[in-house]
């Protein structure tokens, strides 16, 4: 351990002792993650052989998003800490700095699985965060998020890790089959899409799609399109006979909706899970269940 972890380790200790909580062994081993849909990722490979904390909560905004003061200091005395990266967590991504200068060990999970530039909008020429809308950079996630825990995480089973870890990779390679087999079956024209803001590149291209534009021309929700943004994507829309907007469910479809009526055509505003998971009731709690939603909503916009 290293000596600022130790410290920090040290001084966590004499606090509990000073506030009457005695300390009966050994904790177990944590793993923190910034983001839900990488927390479920996380939590199949490892099962229960490590406790996994996520710090985001279902259907948040991972722009947006904090942290409590308690789960700051998770970050800064965990195991292992994964985040998505590339810029996405824009609320946290100083306290994953405060981590890593404390000696915890970091995935950024976005760089390493070969990232895509946005093409344009404000964020031309920058890596594009949203990789998971790819089944593969997932599985390649999936492989890579597997070793680092070996490596970092004491106590785990290895061989048990790495077993559970392809099992896990299998079914989101399964996914990918059937997600490729859906949109084969949308007629070319109609693989158009209209976006909230630019969160869908992977998945166009790795499934031959066109994002013909996004009602927030940038990689983040906290972005505001100006009126000649507004203005080029109606054209857009009347243009390609766009068929339906995707936003966001965590984000008010105000603005697609007027977007909508502006183009003076009949477009449907669908919602999608694009950027974090719902709750365990709802309709995408896990990173599989989200994809196959998004797919079922995303083909029956383009066909309706």
């Not at 600022?4 to 001084?11: E, N, S």
């Not at 105000?254 to 919602?271: D, H, T």
Request: net charge negative; aromatic share 4%.
């Amino acid at each position: 351990m290293k000596a600022p972890r130790l410290l920090t380790a040290l001084a966590t200790a004499a606090v509990l002792l000073a506030g009457g909580i005695a300390c009966t062994g050994p904790q177990p081993t944590r793993i923190v993650v910034t983001t839900n849909i990488l927390g479920d990722v996380v939590r199949e490979i490892v099962g229960d052989q490590a406790r996994v904390s996520v710090l985001m909560k279902p259907n948040a905004d991972p722009h947006s998003f904090a942290v409590s003061a308690r789960e700051a200091h998770a970050m800064q005395t965990a195991d292992l800490l994964v985040y998505n990266g590339l810029g996405l967590e824009e609320g946290v991504l100083h306290h994953v700095e405060a981590a890593r200068s404390e000696g915890v060990p970091t995935v950024e999970v976005g760089a390493r699985v070969e990232p895509m530039d946005y093409r344009d909008g404000d964020a031309a020429g920058l890596a594009d965060p949203h990789f998971w809308t790819d089944p593969v950079r997932v599985v390649t996630a999936v492989r890579m998020l597997t070793e680092e825990i070996v490596t970092h995480v004491d106590g785990v089973d290895a061989d048990a890790l790495r077993r559970r870890a392809e099992s896990y990779a299998k079914q989101v390679g399964e996914l990918d089959a059937t997600v490729a087999a859906r949109f084969a079956g949308v007629p070319e024209q109609r693989r158009v899409l209209v976006t909230n803001h630019h969160v869908f590149g992977y998945l166009a291209a790795r499934y031959d799609l066109t994002v013909v534009g996004a009602i927030i021309p940038s990689g983040t929700t906290l972005a505001s399109p100006s009126a000649s943004d507004l203005a080029s994507l109606v054209t857009a829309i009347e243009t390609h006979r766009v068929p339906a907007i995707f936003a966001d469910t965590a984000q008010p479809a105000r603005l697609a909706e007027v977007l909508a009526s502006e183009a003076g055509i009949s477009v449907r505003v669908v919602g999608l899970y694009s950027e974090s998971l719902s709750d365990a009731d709802g309709d995408a709690p896990t990173y599989l269940d989200m994809m196959r939603f998004n797919v079922d909503a995303i083909v029956g916009g383009l066909s309706g």
